[in-house]
Every structure is written in C-alpha cells, then in structure tokens.
C-alpha cells in the first residue's frame, strides 16, 4: 500500500474525560492533552486549494473531543487505541493515524512534567483468496463476505470473478468454487486471521480431512508487501505459485502486484505453473 509523507498534525487538545483506574478518576475526572498526526496526500489540496481535497482538523478535533470523552476506559491505551481506530473509520482519506495521550494529573507520588501514550494505527491492503465446495458454492461465498467485511477494520475494495476448478490435493471430492477479495484493514494479519477463523466458523467449517470438501475456506495470501513465517500464519501463502485457483483470480484482481519474495506478478506465476 502506497505510504504518503505528508501530515496534518493536531497538538495539545484538551479534553476533559474520566479516565482512570481509581475510583477518584472515574467519579471527579481530569484533563487529558490529545496529540493527533494524520498521514494522508495533500497534493491535490495543496494545488486545489479546496477543502474537500483534504481532511477538515477542525471536524477531526470535533470528533476527537466527542469520542474521547464518550466512555471511561482504566488505561489511557486504551482510550488512544480507540480513538485512533475511529480516526481511520471517520476520515477515509488518512492511511495513518497516531495519537499520544497526555495525562498532565496522573496520580504519580513523585514530581513529574507528564506522561503519555502513543499508538499509531493504519489502513493495510490484503489479498483474500475464497473457496468453497459444499453446498451452493457462490452462496457461501456471499455468505461469508457479507460475515467477513462486516468486522469492524476491515472494508471490501474489489472482489475477482468467481470460478469453478478441479480440487488440489485431495482430488476425490467436488469441484471448488473459487473467489478472491481486495480489502483494506487496521487489523494485524493475526487479528485478520481470527477474523477468518470466525467467519468458517460461522459458515460450519469443518476440518476433517486435509484440502477435504468444505463449506467455506479463506486464506491470506498477501498484506501490503509483508514476510512473515510462523507455525500459525505464513505470508505471502507458501503454496500460492502452485495453485491455478489462486492465481487466475489474483490476475484479474492485483495483475501488477509482484510477489514481494519471486517479485513475479500472478501472470508470471500462471506462466511457470502451465
């Protein structure tokens, strides 16, 4: 995903809420001081000079004040995570947001000037492959999008023509009906893979036989340009170049996104396969 420099930066809003974890906090409330930097491009506002081309600071310090104070969290991280989360939902145009949470009147015994948190949350591009063999296959594959994109932190940007394959691995079952999703995420692949892991769930996944018949599977196969190997969750999919299911869709859908190991595009990839 494209990353843009440029910042619109927001110092020392202060907001008066009721964040804390002693009793005191949540019953008399304080003053917290908000630092909000919005990464996003501001050329086109910078030659149009029109504020739809750009975010308002003055409605994101309106929203800021409203959200911070709505509800009382223990943790100052956990009401900058939150803020900052809602930042990315309201304001499309961010692809960053870091926010540092000031607590001027922490019930610190001991002489201090402040203390704070910062957390920095940003929109990620994922590649989403979609598969199903039991029951009405396109169904279940709406079924699950519709399960999927509506977690909060994650939004459907495109979605491949869904076709119909042979089955890999296992042969001896029905044909797939395979599908593949573009979306934008805040989440971390983890958090994006409990996410998946619900959305089979919902739909009755069930894992009896290895590549066996199922009514929904969804694998990550690539986020922004990120390598990664655990025994849980490896990224780009490790079996991606070998599966024509994956591929004819991706080329549909990403035909210039190069694999961030082989730096060859699905096209390239099919080549190879065939």
Known sequence: MQRFDDEIRIKGLKI???????????????NFLVDITLKLPLKKAGLSDDLKDTVSYAEVCEFALSKFSEKSFDLIEAAADTLARSILLKFSLCDAVSVEVYKPEAPIEAEFENVSVNITREWHEAIISVGSNIGEGPAQITAAKDIFAGFEGIELLMEASLITTKPYGY????DFTNG??????YLTPFELLERISETE????????????????????????????????????HRDMQNREFVLEPLKEIAPDLRHPVSGLTAEEML???K
């Open 16 to 30: 008066f809420a009721y964040h804390g974890v002693f009793e005191s906090e949540k019953r008399k409330g304080q």
């Open 180 to 185: 593949m999703w573009k979306i934008r995420t």
């Open 271 to 273: 080549c190879k396969l």
């Open 201 to 236: 769930q919902s739909l009755k996944r069930e894992r009896k036989i290895h590549w066996g018949p199922r009514t929904i599977d969804l694998d990550i196969i690539y986020y922004d340009d990120l390598v990664m190997a655990s025994e849980e969750l490896t990224i780009p």
């Open 171 to 174: 042969t001896d079952q029905p």
